[in-house]
């Protein structure tokens, strides 16, 4: 169903007098549930992630993945459950580096999440992330297939690990993120 030019005029103008009233709006009222991913590696490190990361597919609203897919195989396969919004990875076969980018921003209700790979595992790395993004919520990434999950000076720094590569980690994992009045970052250990 289209919105004829004066529904949209009468929406917008609704919701832009509900917010200088101070009632919550469409952009305060998101309520969302994410998944995020990095470094599944598939069909290098597994030729799957794990049954678990399916079901859990079936309770979220999006899927983050922070790169190093590898297979662009697989990234459809994942974009045919839910809408994923990605960034490439350094092992990324060159079918998904030619269609992802090494770093986006995403927006969801009045947050602002970036989302990159990373780089390295030096101890100024999340230095390095910060200055890759300005005025973000949140910053999500992969790289080192270790997970974190803090925030330091407003800004959730949040990576769920590798699912199926333990290389650089003892255990595997994959993340939630919890989006409504705050940013809320879970890991799930594999």
């Known amino acids: 169903m289209k919105l004829e030019s004066v529904e949209k ?11 200088n009233k101070g009632f919550a709006t469409i952009s305060t009222l998101i309520s969302m549930r994410v998944l995020v991913l990095a470094d599944t590696h598939i069909p290098v490190a597994s030729s799957d992630i ?5 079901k859990c597919i079936e309770g979220v609203d999006l899927i983050l993945h922070a790169g190093d897919i590898v297979g662009k195989t697989f990234f459809e396969k994942l974009s045919s459950f839910k809408e994923v919004k990605a960034v490439k990875g350094n092992m990324d076969t060159d079918a998904l580096k030619d269609i992802l980018p090494e770093k986006r921003v995403i927006n969801i209700g009045k947050f602002k999440i970036g989302l990159i790979h990373g780089w390295s595992n030096s ?15 949140s910053i999500i990434f992969g ?19 590798s699912p199926t590569d333990k290389i650089f980690a003892t255990t595997n994992s994959y993340g939630i993120l919890e989006i409504n009045k705050s940013i809320k970052g879970e890991i799930v250990t594999l």
């Open 123 to 137: 101890a100024n790395l999340l230095h390095c992330l910060r200055n890759e993004f300005e005025n973000v919520d």
């Open 143 to 161: 790289h080192t297939h270790s997970y974190v999950n803090f925030v330091k000076d407003g800004i959730l720094f949040f990576n769920p690990g």
């Open 9 to 19: 005029a009468f929406l917008f103008n609704t919701l832009k007098t509900a917010s």
């Open 50 to 54: 794990p049954p678990q990361i399916y």
